[in-house]
């Protein structure tokens, strides 16, 4: 049994603030150690549990934020960026029996504590075939097209709530209970690792990888905050605008649907002046 763990920051353990997940900050290099916490306690849930390998995905920011010295040394973990598939780096092998999402998050314009979709700002909303889509969304169409579920889910309590609508069978861990986008009712992460360790060693038996199915087309909408990221956007193959701050495009497969989704947020990150957005 193979578990491949995606690991963001915002839904770790004590996280409720952008410097809490921002590198270089005092606060964010004291959240590491939370959200270390909670990917090692899966890890071991998941080796108590019968796992011969468990690999680590980073997926925040640099994707260099984990404590590589304080994981299970039966770990192997993948750190860095320019990676091809980004956040669910590792599952496209065909080795990859099971993967957990933890620290996920809530999607742009949804309720939930930092609530975003890859970029902090400037996307107002995302739809993958007409639904609302977060991040934990947009993976899952990946790793369903690679034949993997979804066997837990961590985050703030919103989060565990929009997994459901995305991967119903996996098990969820609420960390912390949302307040605001920037407050939340936070367990200690004694206890949570608890919890997410108990859960990893109960989701582990729903690690059972399916025949990849045909890949299908899948249909991206985009909302931005502002009128001119639609024409940055547009400089991406197949984007077209479809409103005033929006924009879609389909894509043959979730392999390419979630490769133009980090080419456009890319693109428009860097179309972001500091001050007006």
């Known amino acids: 049994?193979?578990?491949?763990?995606?690991?963001?920051?915002?839904?770790?353990?004590?996280?409720?603030?952008?410097?809490?997940?921002?590198?270089?900050?005092?606060q964010w290099e004291r959240c590491r150690s939370m959200f270390t916490s909670d990917v090692d306690a899966a890890v071991r849930g998941f080796f108590e549990a019968g796992a011969d390998e468990v690999?680590?995905?980073?997926?925040?920011?640099?994707?260099?934020?984990?404590?590589?010295?304080?994981?299970?040394?039966r770990a192997e973990m993948i750190t860095g960026r320019?990676?091809?598939?980004?956040?669910?780096?590792?599952?496209?092998?065909?080795?990859?029996?099971?993967?957990?999402?933890?620290?996920?998050?809530?999607?742009?314009?949804?309720?939930g504590v930092l609530a975003h979709t890859y970029l902090a700002?400037?996307?107002?909303?995302?739809?993958?075939?007409?639904?609302?889509?977060?991040?934990?969304?947009?993976?899952?169409?990946?790793?369903?097209?690679?034949?993997?579920?979804?066997?837990?889910?961590?985050?703030?309590?919103?989060?565990?709530?929009?997994?459901?609508?995305?991967?119903?069978?996996?098990?969820?861990?609420?960390?912390?209970?949302?307040?605001?986008?920037?407050?939340?009712?936070?367990?200690?992460?004694?206890r949570t690792a608890a919890d997410i360790r108990e859960a990893a060693r109960r989701a582990a038996p729903l690690a059972v990888r399916r025949t990849p199915p045909e890949p299908e087309p899948h249909t991206v909408e985009i909302e931005f905050d502002a009128e001119h990221l639609v024409g940055a956007a547009t400089v991406v193959p197949g984007v077209e605008r479809t409103g005033e701050r929006r924009v879609a495009y389909t894509a043959p497969s979730a392999y390419e649907t979630i490769r133009c989704f980090k080419a456009v947020t890319t693109v428009v990150s860097a179309a972001v002046e500091e001050q007006y957005g």
């Open 1 to 26: 049994m193979k578990i491949l763990i995606s690991a963001d920051m915002e839904g770790a353990t004590g996280v409720t603030w952008p410097a809490d997940v921002l590198p270089g900050t005092p």
């Open 55 to 73: 690999l680590i995905n980073e997926a925040h920011w640099t994707m260099r934020n984990l404590l590589l010295e304080k994981l299970d040394e």
């Open 121 to 190: 700002n400037s996307l107002t909303g995302v739809w993958a075939d007409g639904v609302r889509a977060s991040e934990g969304c947009l993976n899952t169409l990946v790793a369903t097209e690679f034949g993997v579920p979804v066997i837990l889910v961590t985050g703030d309590d919103r989060t565990v709530e929009d997994a459901k609508g995305y991967a119903p069978e996996a098990l969820g861990v609420a960390v912390k209970d949302h307040v605001s986008r920037y407050a939340a009712v936070c367990r200690p992460p004694a």
């Open 82 to 111: 320019h990676k091809s598939l980004s956040m669910v780096e590792g599952i496209q092998h065909g080795d990859v029996d099971g993967v957990a999402y933890i620290g996920y998050h809530t999607g742009a314009g949804s309720e």
